[in-house]
Structure formats: structure tokens, C-alpha cells
């Protein structure tokens, strides 16, 4: 048999790495630098988030604070991405910003902090997949409405596809786990040409623009508070649109080269969404017809009505939304994946009930089977309580991001605390940056992360009523509470964490280098032939 020794030392390499951090490899590495940049950019798709979310920064500000908090909310995410990328280096698996915590934090507190970080994230996944369900049935239903105009949507209606959604991004993360990489490849394409297509035919063919005054400069406020307040609502359009861009950690053992390609993809989806997104919004901006008009659409997406009031034509605003829907739809399946394998790290470290159940892995397939079908239940849970109330899926749609937030959070404190107590850990991973502009980009991180996830809990209409009170205060702790009480109930008993103990000898810890020349000269004496 004939070895390709470059890609050899790069599988024992990540393999090595994975079990210093105390975890044995069990899925396939088959995901590439490109098939990751476009599994997480595909999941982030500021543009599309950005237009999903349009009248949010339409009523508070206008294109002035969407444009220009954009810029302000993609530099400051820029020094997230950054030490999210340094740690992710060092310690690449699938638990993510759990797994960081417990290895960086004080001992004392680490299996604590590491499990309240865990439910916070895995809450951001399982609802963001919950969340993009539900956009994904908007556009479809929305193209239903705008082509036949006596279709009403009814709220059923909209749960049932998302339902649909969600039954297939399981199927195909089942079924189709090879299919990942050359998908995302695919889509990556799909989702840049997509974004160039809308551009050009919405600024060829929408005759009735808006001045550059109102794109750059005119302030405007339907939120019924003050102008402070407004400005700072608006920044909540720009949060949600830079988003899950951590992705590329949670499929770290499945991909080749991590440790250095795993870090380049989280950089590159941000720099990617932060591009594509603001040409996106001045083209929307300029493009946009009566505010009023669009805000309160039939079809339920002011983006589709933008299409059709700049096209005048149903087949080709349809089109244009079909592109969109498209990488939503495969956008269900990289959710469905990054929160399947964070679902099974947290039941590897006895972090869910029946965890031996959810950590299984599929010896054929090599993917976590159970852990998958969780994640497309508690999806569809999600989604079901927009059955009920629109307040309380609203809320859903908030946490997503807050949950994130507060994930990203937790790892840049522990870094921050360390360097100040003097107990800060030398990461060793291929991407390493200078310690005092990592130190710098940790703070600044952390502090706007701090400062988005309070300002997620605010009132976004005045006067405030139980229909448009923002209920995220009350879910987050909610989701707080419930994480201390399994805390010191079942997780303090039982849940492990990742441990940095493997293979200690009389003078310490085996480095990674020693554990893969232990890996080599294992494979070179063994027998030729069985």
C-alpha cells in the first residue's frame, strides 16, 4: 500500500491534538479549507441575514445607522473572530466554546463555567437552526403569496414547512454526510454568484431610487423612543447578521489540517460576510420603495417586496427569492450539522441526559446519528411554538444570537482573566498571534460582546405592551437558571469536560510532536500484511 506521508502526518497531527485535549478521533476528517469556508460562510450569509431582518434597522435609524453600524459591528467582530480563531488553533474540537472554557478557566471553577458556557451555545445553535427554518418557510411562502395574491398565509402554514425544512436537513446530515464538503464547495459558489445576480438586476431595473441623502444621511426613527436609544437598536439588524461565524470549531474533527485551516475559515467568512454585506445594504438602501409599504408586505418578507416593486414582475422578484431560498434551505443542513456535533461533545463529556446515547457514532457513516435527530427535534420543538404566539417565537429568533454572544464570550474572559493573574496559557497552535494584540483583541471583544447581549434585551417599540415586550431577559435567565439547577442536580456529579492529562510521564505532559512521533513509529513497525 502506497501512503501519502504529507496527508498521513496531517491526520496524526489533528489526531494527536485531539487526544492531548483527551478525546479519541471517532468522525471522518473529509472537509478541506474551501468546503469549510463555505459550510460556515453559508451558515453566516450576512447578506441574506442582513435582508431578513431589514426592518429592524429600518425602524430604528434608517440606512444611516444600518450602513455605518455594519462598519462598526464588522470591525469590532473582527477582534471576536480573531481570538475565537487563536484558541480554536490551539484546541481544535468539536465542543467549541465549552471545551475552551474548561481549558482555560481558573481549575477551580472550569467544569461550571464550561457548563453554563455549553448550555448558552448549544441554546444559540439549536435556535438559530430553529430560526433559519423559519426564514427559509418566509421566502418560500412568500413567493406563494406574491404570484397568487388571494393565498393567505396563516401561521400554521409557516410551521408546517419549516417542519419540512427541518425533516430534510436531518435526512441529509444522516444520509448525505459525504456529501458536506463537495455541498458546501457548491454553495459557496452558488452563494457568491447569487449575491452578485440581486446587485445587478436591482440596480438595473429599480427606476425610482432613493436619494444618497437618505441612504448616508437622513435619521429615521418609527420606534417611538429617542434618537440615543433608536441608534442603539439599530445595531441589534447588524448582530444578527454577523453571526455564527464559530462553525468551522464545531466540524474541526472533520476536517483535514484543522489546527491551521479551521482558524482561516472563521476569518474568512467574516471578511467575506463583512464585504457582500455592505454592498448589500446601500444597494437595498438606494433601492427600497415606501417604507410603510414594505414593512407591511402580504407576502411577509419586505425583501421580496423590494424585488417586485424594483422589478414590476413576479417571475423575475420570484427568481431573485428563489436564489435566496436555495442557500437558506442548504443553510438548514451546515446548522443542522455544527449543532449536531456540539450536541455530541456535550454528551461526550456526560453533559446531556442519555449521553451515552447521544455520543454514539455511526462506526459506517462515522457521523452521530442520535445527536442529529436530537437537534432536528429540539429544532421542531422551537419551531412549534409559533403555533401559539408570535411574541414568543420572537423570542426564539432573539436568544439565537444572544446565546451565541454570551458563548463567544465566556472564552475571551477566561483569556482575559488569566493574562491578568498571571496564569495565562501559551497557546501552541499554528495560528498565534502577538500576546499583547491578542490581550487588546480579547478585550475589545469581549466588551462589545457584553454590550450587544444586554442591548438584546431591550424594548424595541414604545409604548411597550405585552405584544411587543421583549421577552429575551426573561428566556436567557430562564435558560440560566436551568443550567445551575442540572448543575449541581446531575452536571457536577457527572460531566467531565476536556482534560489536558493525556500520556504524563516523570517530566510532565507529552507535547503533540512527541505523541505524533509516537503514532509514526507505531504505524512503521507494524505488521506489512495481516
Not at 34 to 60: D, E, K, R
Not at 63 to 87: D, F, G, N, Q, R
Not at 228 to 247: E, N, R
Request: charged fraction near 10%; glycine fraction near 8%.
Amino acid at each position: 500500500m502506497v501512503f501519502d506521508h504529507q496527508v498521513f502526518d496531517g491526520q496524526v497531527r489533528e489526531d494527536a491534538v485531539l487526544e492531548k485535549i483527551g478525546y479519541q478521533q471517532e468522525l471522518k476528517r473529509s472537509f478541506g479549507l474551501l468546503g469549510m469556508i463555505g459550510f460556515s460562510f453559508n451558515i453566516v450569509t450576512c447578506w441574506t441575514a442582513l435582508g431578513s431582518v431589514l426592518i429592524v434597522g429600518v425602524n430604528s435609524g434608517g440606512p444611516p445607522v444600518m450602513i455605518w453600524s455594519w462598519l462598526a459591528i464588522c470591525a469590532v467582530t473582527l477582534a471576536v473572530a480573531y481570538s475565537l480563531a487563536e484558541i480554536c488553533s490551539a484546541y481544535p474540537t468539536a465542543g467549541g466554546q465549552y471545551s475552551w472554557v474548561a481549558i482555560l478557566a481558573p481549575p477551580k471553577y472550569a467544569r461550571g463555567l464550561s457548563w453554563v458556557t455549553g448550555w448558552f451555545m448549544m441554546t444559540g445553535i439549536v435556535a438559530m437552526g430553529a430560526t433559519n427554518n423559519f426564514i427559509g418557510a418566509n421566502y418560500i411562502l412568500g413567493q406563494a403569496n406574491l404570484a397568487n395574491p388571494s393565498y393567505k398565509i396563516e401561521r400554521w402554514h409557516t410551521v408546517l414547512v419549516a417542519y419540512l425544512i427541518a425533516v430534510s436537513a436531518t435526512v441529509v446530515n444522516i444520509y448525505g454526510p459525504q456529501l458536506l464538503d463537495k455541498l458546501s464547495r457548491g454553495m459557496l459558489i452558488w452563494n457568491i454568484s447569487s449575491f452578485v445576480i440581486v446587485i445587478i438586476v436591482l440596480l438595473a431595473t429599480n427606476d425610482h431610487k432613493q436619494p444618497a441623502s437618505f441612504v448616508f444621511r437622513d435619521f429615521q426613527n418609527f420606534s417611538g423612543f429617542g434618537t440615543a436609544y433608536c441608534a442603539i437598536l439599530g445595531l441589534l439588524q447588524s448582530a444578527f447578521g454577523m453571526c455564527c461565524y464559530d462553525s468551522p470549531a464545531h466540524m474541526t474533527e472533520e476536517m483535514k489540517n484543522a489546527s491551521k485551516e479551521a482558524p482561516k475559515a472563521i476569518l474568512m467568512t467574516v471578511y467575506i460576510g463583512f464585504i457582500t454585506g455592505f454592498v448589500f445594504l446601500i444597494t437595498l438602501s438606494f433601492c427600497i420603495g415606501d417604507i410603510g409599504t414594505t414593512a407591511l408586505t402580504l407576502t411577509g418578507v419586505p425583501l421580496i417586496q423590494i424585488f417586485y416593486d424594483s422589478t414590476n414582475s413576479v417571475v423575475g422578484s420570484c427568481l431573485l427569492t428563489s436564489l435566496i431560498t436555495v442557500i437558506t434551505l442548504v443553510c438548514s443542513n451546515g446548522l443542522m450539522a455544527a449543532g449536531s456535533r456540539s450536541l455530541y461533545a456535550f454528551a461526550r463529556d456526560h453533559g446531556l441526559p442519555f449521553s451515552t446515547l447521544f455520543s454514539r457514532v455511526e462506526p459506517k457513516k462515522q457521523v452521530p446519528i442520535y445527536a442529529i435527530l436530537l437537534t432536528g427535534a429540539l429544532q421542531i420543538a422551537l419551531n412549534s411554538i409559533y403555533f401559539g404566539t408570535i411574541t414568543g417565537f420572537n423570542t426564539v429568533i432573539s436568544i439565537s444570537t444572544e446565546g451565541f454572544y454570551l458563548s463567544y464570550a465566556m472564552p475571551l474572559l477566561m483569556q482575559i482573566i488569566a493574562r491578568f493573574n498571571g496564569n495565562a496559557q501559551d497557546l501552541q497552535g499554528p495560528f498565534k498571534l502577538p500576546p499583547n494584540l491578542s490581550l487588546a483583541l480579547n478585550i475589545i471583544g469581549f466588551v462589545f460582546l457584553l454590550f450587544t447581549s444586554i442591548t438584546f434585551n431591550f424594548p424595541t417599540l414604545n409604548p411597550v405592551d405585552s405584544g411587543n415586550m421583549n421577552y429575551t431577559s426573561a428566556a436567557i435567565g430562564i435558560i440560566g437558571m436551568i443550567s445551575l439547577v442540572t448543575w449541581f442536580t446531575t452536571g457536577k456529579k457527572r460531566f467531565t469536560g476536556p482534560e489536558l492529562t493525556l500520556h504524563a510521564t516523570g517530566s510532565g505532559i507529552d507535547t503533540v510532536e512527541e505523541v505524533v512521533l509516537e503514532k509514526k513509529l507505531a504505524v512503521s513497525v507494524a505488521p506489512k500484511e495481516l
